[in-house]
């Protein structure tokens, strides 16, 4: 084979992978057409190698999102996307193969990435809205990413590649980790998730007292680290007079709990927080006293002090309701109620 097409960025991974695990040969798995000639799946291959420790569980690695063999951007640091991801999952005794879901899992993962542009880093988050294996009575309904913890980054003939491991979390540890930050929940969680190993069958780890306290204590010394909050029912109104103008700010009765721990967390430590929904951004800041500016009609900047934040501490409740708030005049928080949908659209719960 030419040095042209040498497969560096392969085999510096399966290097890597070596020195964690000798000679065991994984399980490998490639797609049956390639992606560049019109296939489904953009990684070129995932391989699964099994660990014993703490306890068995089948430790995958993927091979795509960095360059596996000329160098594409010269001018870049970084191989490809510059990281590969590994997911880690507890393995049932029986099992001699990873099940089929983790690697579709992992293709999605990856498909989003080749097709959004949007990369992941440490840190980040993102809600599967449902269990990440279709058709599992499972509470692992989103993830979370961290660097694996034994997989440093490594410097490649084409760039520097890092291992971001893949954790699988439930929906109330995401929003832990919403209010205060992926990282410090994660770190606090790790005797509960030894080498962060996704779990099907596990219980959250934000019913333990010890969770419960680190959040706490954590959340009132860094507060939040959200600084955008998706928000699917986020509406904004205005309504002028002849004598003053009002405005009306509507969120789903789901996100009110948790926008007010996050906005809490984000105006005490003087960050911003900007709420997105369909063609609308709304942006809180700290200020001396309560104002709102429009740049634009769907763009949006409430100035809140104090007195206008405690207040709406209070309001912000799971369900119907209307408020006219007494610290800021101008303002009326509507809280409507949220239909919460499966994969298939179908309205399974509704809150408020």
Known sequence: MSEEVRSVGWEAIDNEMERLYGK????????????????????????????????????????GFSDLYENENKDSEYSGYGFELTFRLKKDPEEEEPPAWSLNFLQ???RYVFSSGNLFREGDYLNANGPIALETDTLIQSIAFIQDPELPPIETENGSVEFLQVVGITLDELEAMQMWNTLSLLQAASPHLPLYITDLQRQTFMDEPMMKEALEKGMEQ???????????NLQWLQKKSLLKSTYTLTVG????????????????????????????????????QSE???????????GVNDQCMGELEEV?????????LNSFKKLILQIVKSEIKDQDGKVVKTIG
């Open 24 to 63: 065991q040969e994984p399980k490998h798995y490639g797609p049956l057409i390639s992606y560049a000639l019109g296939g489904p799946d953009p990684l070129e291959g995932i391989s699964a190698y099994v660990s014993q420790e703490p306890f068995p569980h089948w430790h995958l690695v993927t091979y």
């Open 108 to 110: 999605n993962l990856g």
């Open 222 to 232: 860094d507060g939040s680290n959200t600084g955008f909050l998706f928000l699917d």
């Open 253 to 288: 009765a789901k996100d009110a709990p948790l926008l007010a721990k996050i906005l809490k967390g984000r105006i005490s430590k003087k960050r911003d927080l900007t709420l997105i929904g369909a063609d609308l951004s709304i942006t809180f800041t700290q200020a001396e």
């Open 292 to 302: 709102i500016k429009a740049e634009e009609a769907n763009k949006i900047t409430i």
């Open 316 to 324: 912000l409740v799971p369900y119907e309701s209307k408020h006219n």
